[in-house]
Each structure stands twice: as C-alpha cells, then as structure tokens.
C-alpha cells in the first residue's frame, strides 16, 4: 500500500512540474526536432587498411616486441568526421571545409542511416565552408535558409550535429553573442551560443525557432575538447554568397581593391577629432591598384561602404571581398579633417604569391622533413596549437598538423589534431627526435615506425605502424 501511495505522490508531482513548465512557457524542441533530423548528415570518411607486420626494437625486458596489424582484404577503417545539412532535393549538402580536407572518399549517413558516397565540389579554407554532393537515393528532406542578420542576443537556437560520432543530436540554447572574432580566418564573423557543440558537431546547421538555418556551427572554445558553453558558428548570411559561387564554379572569387587597413583605435580617434573606433585607417595601398588609381591614400579613415558604417578592419575586407567584380563601391572617406565620397571599381582578388619549396630533404624543415618522409606534418607543442586543436594543456608529443591525402599515415586514420605520443614504444616531443627515429628505421631496412597516438575528437589512446615513404 505504502508503495502504490508513494507512486500516486509522485506521479501527481510530475504532473504538477509539467503542469508548471508549460505555464511558465518554457519551449518543447520536439515538433521542431522531429521535423530538422532529416536534414542533417553524418559526413564520414573511408579507408583500406593493409596488413602489416611490424618488428619493433627490443622492449626494456630486451624481448623483440612484434606487433601486427591484421586486416582482411575487405575491411575499411570508418573515421567520422562531422556534420552537414541537405539544401536541396539534388543532393547539395553544406560542411565545414575541415571536414572533408584531405579526404579521399566521403562517405554520408542519411537520417535513415542509408549510406552514400558523396563528391566534393568546392571549398572555400578562408571562411571553411565546403559544398559536396550525393546521389540522392529518394526525395530528401531539405533545410531552409533563414535571415542571420535578424537575430538578436538572447534569441533561442537549436543545434543539429553529430558530436563524437553518435548520429544526429539535438541541443539547443540561446545566442550569446554576435559578430565574434576568434581570430580563425581573415572574415571572422561568427555567432556564439551556448547550445552544446562538440568534436563532430561541425558542419552541422544551427536553426532559429522558425526552422531556418542562421548558422553553420564551426568551431568551439575548449580547454578539455568538451563542450563548455561557448560555441560559434558561421552566419547563414556570410555563407550564402560562397556556397552559390561553390555551386557554380567549384571556388570561391572574391573583390579587391589594394589597400591594407587598420581598426581605429581610441587614441587615433581621439588625435583626428572622430568617435571612438569609428571607420578603418588605410595603412598601405598597393601601386596601380584600384584603390590608387580612384586616389585613396595612406592616413585616410573610411568610415562607410555603400550605406554600411565600418567599426573594423575585417569588417571591412568581407563587405570588400563580398563586392560584385567588375563594378563599383562607393566609400565615405575622412581626410584632413574633410569628408569625401570616393568610387572605387571592384577587382577580383590576386591569387597569393606561390612560395617556392626547398627541392631536397636537406633544404627542409623539421616539419617538413617529417612530412617527405612519413606523409604528416608534426609541430611541437604551444600554447596557439593547443588553442587550435582544443587540446588539454598538460599535452606532451607532437601535435599533427596535417596529413598528406594519399600517404599511409592517412590510410592507417592519422589525423589533424591527433598527438604522436611515442614512437616504436619512445617518447617524443621534438621534431628532431623523430627524424632519428625515422632515420633508424630507414637504417633498419625502411621497416614501418608503430606511433602511439592520442586520439582528441574520440578520448583515446591507439597504435598505429605507418609505413615510410618510398623516395627516388
């Protein structure tokens, strides 16, 4: 009896919350949940492994270690990667151009967990946007784009992703902050919630309580590589030009002008008699640029583009880069104590110089050793890598920087943001001690080096043997 009382209290409490949260309006996602899923894809890649048979160096009892690794000819290795959002009924899906760099098949889940191959039609590194597409196997579910620019600070969002590989999770939370700078790329303009982004949630769209996507979730600020709070994502208003000239033409052309410009600080707006951080300062102008040839020159502010009023430099160069090519933009442009309109006409942006790399192994650096010979980029540890990569600040090893597509070391699931912890069972944190361990093995009959890793995006800890490049 006393059960069935207790069970009575507490489902008449229950009810009494509910009762409560629904007075109180606190939302329900459900509806919205319900019908988002099916718009986002878990976009992962896959890759033969071979057999190996590896001999290590003796182990400290001085018994030969040897390890294998044993595949069948039919086994793939499956590393997810993150998220993406279907756009259209033909297949286009949206990601992070993080996601899918370097890789050399896609592979993306449907809601269903239907599976299809996926090819890439263009990325853009500069804002790490990409755009890849699939064969749809039956009518897809699309997302609709909403209006990023009309959101406001405490608005509520909901976020769609595939955090550490677990398929489609919602979470949601509330804006926090507009037009962040995290010093990503050169048109950081990103949106901040608190709704929980993790390792795998990239690429994932972030929707506004119509069902619109407002943002593309990117990235995060983590001192664990957990979710803390502090999430960000690209507005659906930045990436909307770029996804368009992806679908067109597979790269992204942006407008240029020729000048190099500085914020306006509060002393420099002080001395010129203007308010604080009011318009940008051209610092530098490039000869027979556009800029020089309409008469911009160093010292002036401008204060406008077209109706829009700059606050700062990289506020300036996306609305710049954004411009059509081939037309012109009218910029308010304070000088010696005078203000003037300036029409200057919009170019396509120079490709960057080409850097000529060193030709022979002796000429390169560390790094770049490591990477002729092994197919990985490894850097030793600082502070800006372990920001970068959201690793634990007490990381010891290498951090890998990058991962050449078609080497071993990708092949066996090496990764960007991975630590070489050791290697053939020795510990590393120098590039040079792992060149002296590459050069014995070399010396050992070009034998696989076995590197212990530590996995960030999955928390674990694994042995991989990479084969050593083959060199004329």
């Known amino acids: 009896m006393l059960k069935k009382v207790g069970f009575i209290v507490i489902t008449l409490l229950l009810a009494t919350v509910s009762k409560a949260n629904a007075q109180n309006g606190f939302p329900s996602f459900a509806d919205l949940a319900e019908r988002l899923l099916p718009t986002v894809v878990n976009i992962s890649t896959i890759q033969k492994a071979e057999k190996i048979d590896v001999t290590l160096p003796d182990d400290e009892d001085g018994e030969a270690a040897a390890a294998q690794i044993d595949d069948e000819d039919s086994s793939v290795l499956r590393q997810a990667l993150g998220s993406g959002f279907i756009i259209d009924e033909q297949g286009y899906i949206i990601t992070n151009y993080h996601v899918i760099e370097n890789a050399s098949s896609i592979n993306v889940v449907l809601f269903d967990n239907t ?7 263009g990325g853009d590194e500069k804002t790490d946007l990409a755009l890849i597409k699939i064969d749809p196997p039956y009518e897809l579910s699309k997302a609709v784009f909403g209006n990023s620019d009309e959101l406001r600070i405490g608005d509520w969002v909901l976020s769609i992703g595939n955090p550490f590989g677990l ?25 901040q919630t608190d709704a929980s982004i993790n390792q795998g949630s990239s690429g994932g769209p972030m929707f506004n309580m119509n069902g619109e996507v407002i943002g593309i979730n990117t ?19 930045t990436a909307g030009w770029i996804i368009s000239q992806l679908e067109e033409t597979g790269k992204v052309k942006r407008g240029w002008i020729g000048v190099k410009i500085q914020t306006n600080s509060r002393e420099t707006a002080e001395s010129m008699d203007l308010k604080d951080k009011q318009g940008v300062i051209v610092s530098a102008v490039t000869e027979n640029s556009p800029a020089a040839e309409a008469g ?23 609305l710049v880069a954004e411009s059509p090519i081939g037309k012109e933009i009218s910029l308010l442009v304070w000088r010696n104590s005078e203000i003037m309109t300036i029409n200057v006409p919009v170019e396509e942006m120079p490709a960057a110089p080409t850097i000529s790399k060193p030709t022979t192994p002796e000429q390169m650096q560390d790094n770049d050793r490591v990477l002729y010979e092994v197919g990985i980029k490894v850097e030793e540890i600082t502070p ?10 007490v990381t010891i090893g290498l951090v890998v920087t990058n991962v050449e597509a078609n080497s071993d070391a990708a092949a066996q699931g090496v990764k960007k943001g991975d630590v070489v912890l050791k290697i053939d069972k020795k510990d590393v944190m120098t590039t040079e001690a792992m060149l002296n361990y590459i050069k014995e093995a070399r010396q050992e009959g070009n034998r696989p080096i076995m590197l212990m890793l530590q996995d960030q995006e999955q928390g674990v ?10 060199h004329e």
Request: aromatic share 6%; no cysteine.
């Open 115 to 121: 599976e299809v191959e996926a090819d890439i039609i």
């Open 167 to 191: 398929g489609g999770s919602v979470s949601a939370g509330i804006v926090s902050a507009k037009s962040r700078d995290i010093a990503a790329g050169p048109y950081d303009n990103f949106i």
């Open 219 to 237: 990235a995060l600020f983590s001192t664990t590589g957990s979710s803390m709070g502090v999430g960000f994502a690209i507005p659906i208003n």
């Open 296 to 318: 911009i020159t160093v010292g002036d502010v401008i204060l406008s583009l077209g109706k829009k009023e700059i606050s700062s430099s990289k506020e300036f160069s996306r």
């Open 384 to 393: 800006e890598l372990l920001k970068a990569f959201g690793l634990s600040p």
């Open 461 to 470: 800890m694994s042995a991989v043997a990479v084969k050593l490049k083959k």
